[in-house]
T-cell receptor, first 112, second 113 residues
Framework: GDSVTQMEGPVTLSEEAFLTINCTYTATGYPSLFWYVQYPGEGLQLLLKATKADDKGSNKGFEATYRKETTSFHLEKGSVQVSDSAVYFCALSSQGAQKLVFGQGTRLTINP | GAGVSQSPSNKVTEKGKDVELRCDPISGHTALYWYRQRLGQGLEFLIYFQGNSAPDKSGLPSDRFSAERTGESVSTLTIQRTQQEDSAVYLC???????????FGPGTRLTVL
């Protein structure tokens, strides 16, 4: 079945560091790919998405590129801030399916 | 506008009791989803509604779990004879259509003692 594997956390960085959170997937066909974020005390919200190969999703300085050849959708940000501290979830939605399949989440802590 | 709301926000119950969790989707959203998030894990899909029918119930863990939806509105997830392994945060999401962004509620934290 479909699955998502993401980098285990927790990840701790200093402010202004470069961030990469790895995400790889297994799915048939051409899934849509997502990054969701859960800030402390808040609900899960969509950060960015990409719906076809080579698409780049971006939002709030974060980027992720849909790489079909490596079945990856790694999340990157050039300079993180304390306010980026949150749990990040990679997810996919297969063609013809409505449900989201999530990775286990990566807790990110940014220290000032 | 109002987002997805869920109630209660927290529920503590004793093993063997039944619980009902409620989800109010965003107005106009035809699709509704239930997920479960166990401690330290990702979200597991439980069930999906399109209108008031449930084309995909594949994630319901056992026959103790059931869900219903009234029209394109409120949904309730019922867990009968709760077990300790049912302890989790239960999240509801809604979307305008089946291929659109899912908007999540704040969740109901269920603790079974």
């Amino acid at each position: 079945g479909d699955s998502v594997t993401q980098m285990e956390g927790p990840v701790t960085l200093s402010e202004e560091a470069f961030l990469t959170i790895n995400c790889t997937y297994t799915a048939t066909g051409y899934p849509s790919l997502f990054w969701y974020v859960q800030y402390p005390g808040e609900g899960l919200q969509l950060l960015l998405k990409a719906t076809k190969a080579d698409d780049k999703g971006s939002n709030k300085g974060f980027e992720a590129t849909y790489r079909k050849e490596t079945t990856s959708f790694h999340l990157e940000k050039g300079s993180v801030q304390v306010s980026d501290s949150a749990v990040y979830f990679c997810a996919l939605s297969s063609q013809g399916a409505q449900k989201l399949v999530f990775g286990q989440g990566t807790r990110l802590t940014i220290n000032p | 506008g109002a987002g997805v709301s869920q109630s209660p926000s927290n529920k503590v119950t004793e093993k063997g009791k039944d619980v009902e969790l409620r989800c109010d989707p965003i107005s106009g959203h035809t699709a509704l989803y239930w997920y479960r998030q166990r401690l330290g894990q990702g979200l597991e899909f439980l069930i999906y509604f399109q209108g008031n029918s449930a084309p995909d119930k594949s994630g319901l863990p056992s026959d103790r779990f059931s869900a219903e939806r009234t029209g394109e509105s409120v949904s309730t997830l019922t867990i009968q004879r709760t077990q300790q392994e049912d302890s989790a945060v239960y999240l509801c999401a809604s979307s305008r259509g089946t291929i659109n962004e899912q908007f999540f509620g704040p969740g109901t934290r269920l603790t079974v003692l």
